[in-house]
């Protein structure tokens, strides 16, 4: 059975950081692309940051660009997404996922975890 894990969320002031996990079990995770995306009320979720399987490649979403950054370790089946100068448009729960192509597409990625919120107060 494939989960996906995110833990680390919370409420955090503007400008604060959260580093958020992913941790994955059920998959041969160094096989997989992994990327962030969140959803906020009323809005579609939105891709955030990608990392390809050997980390090698990262490409971030335009929002959260020189903020946000990714990494993982393979050895223990977890990525991270580390955001920086957060601001309360980043509120949103927040969502890895884990896929065998890099794309910044819902539709590219296979699994899903159940998301965290993370809300940031102004």
């Known amino acids: 059975q494939v989960q996906l894990v995110e833990s680390g969320g919370g409420l955090v002031q503007a400008g604060g950081s959260l580093r958020l996990s992913c941790a994955a079990s059920?998959?041969?995770?160094?096989?997989?692309?992994v990327g962030w995306f969140r959803q906020a009320p009323g809005k579609e979720r939105e891709f955030v940051v990608l990392?390809?399987?050997?980390?090698?490649?990262?490409y971030n979403g335009d929002s959260v660009k020189g903020r946000f950054s990714i990494s993982r370790e393979n050895a223990k089946n977890t990525v991270y997404l580390q955001m920086n100068r957060l601001k309360p448009e980043d509120t949103a729960v927040y969502y890895c996922?884990?896929?065998?192509?890099?794309?910044?597409?819902?539709?590219?990625?296979?699994?899903w975890g159940q998301g965290t919120q993370v809300t940031v107060s102004s």
């Open positions: 996922a884990a896929g065998r192509v890099i794309s910044t597409r819902r539709s590219a990625y296979n699994f």
């Open positions: 059920g998959i041969t995770f160094s096989a997989y692309t």
């Open positions: 990392i390809s399987t050997s980390g090698g490649t990262t």
